[in-house]
């Protein structure tokens, strides 16, 4: 259990989320857009890892993948062709 290493870790991806987002979401192409979401899925799911204690193999890789997924589908869903976010 690392505390400190788990509020920076999320600090981080939430704020290249955030400014993923907001700042560079018309300005990079889709890729790129697409891998910093994983990343910064990737990095909550990390950083949510690092608050717990008894943590096995599995979920240091399970999770990371899945939130990295997660955050793409999520982007591309909420800000596709009639979306609810589309600008």
């Known amino acids: 259990m690392d505390v400190i290493g788990a509020w920076t870790t999320l600090a981080v991806s939430a704020a290249l989320l955030a400014i993923t987002v907001t700042l560079l979401r018309e300005r990079l192409p889709r890729r790129w857009i697409d891998v910093l979401m994983a990343l910064g899925g ?3 799911a990390l950083g ?4 717990l204690t008894d943590v096995g193999p599995a979920s240091w890789v399970v999770a990371p993948l899945v ?3 997660s955050a793409v589908v999520q982007w591309r869903l909420l800000f596709a062709l009639g979306g609810p ?3």
């Open 67 to 69: 939130l990295a997924a």
């Open 85 to 87: 976010l589309r600008t």
């Open 42 to 44: 990737a990095g909550v």
């Open 48 to 51: 949510g890892l690092l608050f």
